[in-house]
């Protein structure tokens, strides 16, 4: 159901138990009840103070595609409830003024881009347990993320994501985590060599020392992350599904001293990925700086075919099972391809 160009005042909405859709076009107030289902509601027009919305039962969505919600004022209150079950919001709906409003919202959906960062915590009527990019250009920035919230991805994403971990900071040298999980689906004109992309765009989460990546997903899928922390020290691959891993702005902290092994990326372990690993660790001059641990960088792959481009670092690599092809930077190192027809391209290190 699409209702737009609506003359009244207000005006009330009521669905029953099935799974609605339910977009609002030049809605000025609403009051919006959708019963039980799996229910999406997406705003495409700013919905005036006063507005109700209950969700219900199920596990139901608050979407956007250009709409706004007003702050309650002291004569027309504003509640957005979720209701029973793991609901989602969009992250664009939500600012400063209005985030109270916003009532047992599990998840928040950050595909479309914020105008200004959202903190969580002035969600006080909700307990946000998780992060979703459902596809799109944009791209939020969400800041105090408590620890545990992971994102899931799914769709086509184009954007950069921020997600400021609570207390994490690149100055406290924490054992900051983050998992981001692959969940994607694949199209019904996908086969094995033309899976349907899963892109997450550009993820930003700095401050994190530890990141986890799943490569998940349903069907003939192939997964793509751009990553950016300004922390990272270990970076931890699972997942039966193919992933291109780049980096972009500063990834790993600085480090001085010959025998530092700490702080700087020192790990990226796949070897529980059963996929093609694709990960490019070169560094471009204008828009990526990778800072590795002093006493060098430890790449391993799984049963995949794996294709991994190392940097200017000193790196060890286990390659593990299948046809893997290792190409070396300046920096050399030690190199296993372990079973399969491996390929090793060395002529940058040679070169030296």
């Known amino acids: 159901l699409t209702l737009q160009n609506v003359a009244a005042s207000t005006v009330t909405i009521k669905t029953g138990a099935g799974s609605d859709a339910l977009t609002l076009t030049a809605t000025t107030k609403a009051a919006v009840t959708t019963g039980a289902g799996v229910d999406t509601l997406t705003l495409g027009s700013a919905v005036a103070a006063g507005t109700t919305v209950d969700l219900g039962a199920g596990n139901d969505k608050l979407l956007v595609a250009g709409g706004t919600v007003a702050a309650s004022t002291a004569t027309a209150v504003t ?88 207390g994490a900071t690149a100055a406290t040298a924490t054992a900051d985590a983050f998992t981001a999980t692959f969940a994607g689906t694949a199209s019904s004109t996908a086969t094995a060599t033309a899976p349907t992309t ?98 060098g960088l430890t790449v391993k792959t799984g049963a995949g075919k794996d294709a991994i481009t190392l940097s200017a670092t000193k790196a060890t690599v286990d390659a593990g099972a299948a046809d893997d092809t290792i190409t070396t930077g300046t920096g050399g190192g030690t190199l296993t391809g372990g079973a399969g027809a491996d390929k090793f391209a060395v002529v940058a290190s040679l070169a030296t």
């Open 79 to 166: 509640v957005i409830d979720g209701g029973e079950g793991t609901d989602t919001v969009a992250a664009s709906l939500i600012n400063a003024a209005n985030a109270a409003q916003f009532k047992n919202f599990e998840s928040i959906d950050v595909s479309s881009a914020t105008a200004t960062a959202l903190d969580v915590e002035l969600m006080t009527g909700s307990t946000v347990t998780g992060l979703t990019l459902n596809g799109g250009a944009g791209g939020a920035t969400v800041n105090n993320v408590a620890a545990g919230v992971g994102l899931s991805i799914s769709g086509s994403n184009t954007g950069t994501t921020v997600v400021g971990v609570k």
């Open 198 to 295: 899963v892109a997450a765009g550009t993820v930003t989460l700095n401050g994190v020392e530890s990141v986890t990546v799943a490569s998940g997903g349903t069907g003939f899928v192939a997964n793509t992350l751009t990553l950016t922390d300004s922390a990272l020290q270990t970076l931890t691959i699972t997942g039966d599904k193919a992933l291109t891993l780049a980096f972009n702005g500063t990834n790993g902290t600085a480090v001085t001293g010959a025998t530092d092994a700490v702080n700087g990326l020192k790990t990226i372990d796949a070897s529980a990925a059963t996929a093609a690993m694709t990960i490019d660790l070169t560094a471009n001059a204008k828009t990526t700086t990778l800072n590795f641990a002093n006493a």
